[in-house]
């Protein structure tokens, strides 16, 4: 049950990072056997957003890509599972091609790239992995007309370039991936969505009855920074309705006396809340700021 919650979190997440920048498709049902595709990617014709913001994922978008992500180190039957959808998505796409007498660009033969928390130096010389030059450790290619790749998430070095795929790992790897995400700025185009989402992962963990280690400890990790963000999500809810009350009181108010809110607690708002009964002018309210800065 906790790998079907982990699997969910990881295809949510790859899908809401990767849909500025293409179509993508989740589950994706290939022709044989009931196979489904964990995450089907074909990117923009011409891209509006940058791509480098994603890092190590933005170039593993820049062609059309299968995604397969794993909460557990996958095995070398589920990477040949992979394999199999890799090419029935291929023989899908040339049966077209035949159909319509055309030929398919190399651009739109879609790369597979399985994600992966670990993987042994024995399943990766089983497969025939090797790394690239010009690719960043953790980064294995297998035989070059698969068009594959098994990323080993636990090997890709600790760097911004990194982090979007460091925070499908497990452990060790995804706790630091997750401090370097809070300290992102809080402007970031991504922080805040990914932010949910590992919410999320970790209201559904919370009620699994069977959770791992791993997972209990990525609850305790997640736990104080979700409590941080739901109060700073009420201490700019109060913010919003104390500036509200006094725009009805007393008029438009300027933007430098907005930003001595900012730093007021949420104590503090409540108590200008009732304070503003009293206030016969905004000259009140600058004194009652003023109050609060001594």
Not at 241 to 252: H, Q, S, T
Request: hydrophobic share 40%; with cysteine; charged share 25%.
């Amino acid at each position: 049950m906790t790998r079907f919650i982990h699997d969910q979190f990881a295809k949510d997440y790859l899908e809401e990072l990767l849909k500025p920048y293409g179509e993508v498709r989740g589950s994706s049902r290939v022709a044989g056997e009931v196979r489904e595709i964990d995450v089907l990617f074909s990117p923009l014709t011409k891209q509006s957003t940058n791509l480098e913001t994603l890092g190590l994922l933005g170039r593993f978008a820049a062609t059309a890509a299968i995604f397969e992500p794993f909460r557990n180190a996958a095995s070398k039957e589920e990477i040949c599972d992979c394999l199999l959808k890799l090419l029935e998505v291929r023989g899908g796409l040339q049966r077209q091609a035949n159909r319509n007498k055309t030929s398919i660009p190399e651009l739109e033969l879609p790369k597979l790239w399985i994600l992966t928390p670990t993987a042994s130096t024995t399943l990766l010389s089983g497969f025939g992995a090797t790394q690239k030059v010009g690719w960043l450790p953790g980064v294995h290619f297998i035989a070059e007309y698969l068009r594959t790749a098994i990323v080993a998430i636990h090997q890709l070095p600790r760097t911004q370039e990194t982090l979007w795929l460091r925070i499908l790992g497990r452990g060790t790897v995804q706790k630091q991936a997750i401090d370097e995400l809070e300290a992102l700025p809080l402007n970031h185009p991504f922080r805040r969505a990914t932010l949910e989402l590992l919410y999320n992962l970790r209201q559904n963990l919370q009620v699994n009855q069977n959770s791992e280690e791993d997972d209990r400890e990525l609850i305790m990790r997640l736990q104080p920074l979700y409590q941080q963000d739901r109060e700073q999500a009420v201490q700019q809810g109060e913010q919003r309705l104390i500036i509200r009350l006094i725009n009805r009181l007393f008029g438009e108010i300027d933007s430098s006396t907005i930003e001595r809110f900012q730093g007021l607690s949420i104590e503090q708002l409540e108590a200008l809340g009732e304070a503003l009964l009293d206030f016969s002018d905004i000259s009140d309210l600058e004194a009652w700021l003023n109050q609060q800065i001594e």
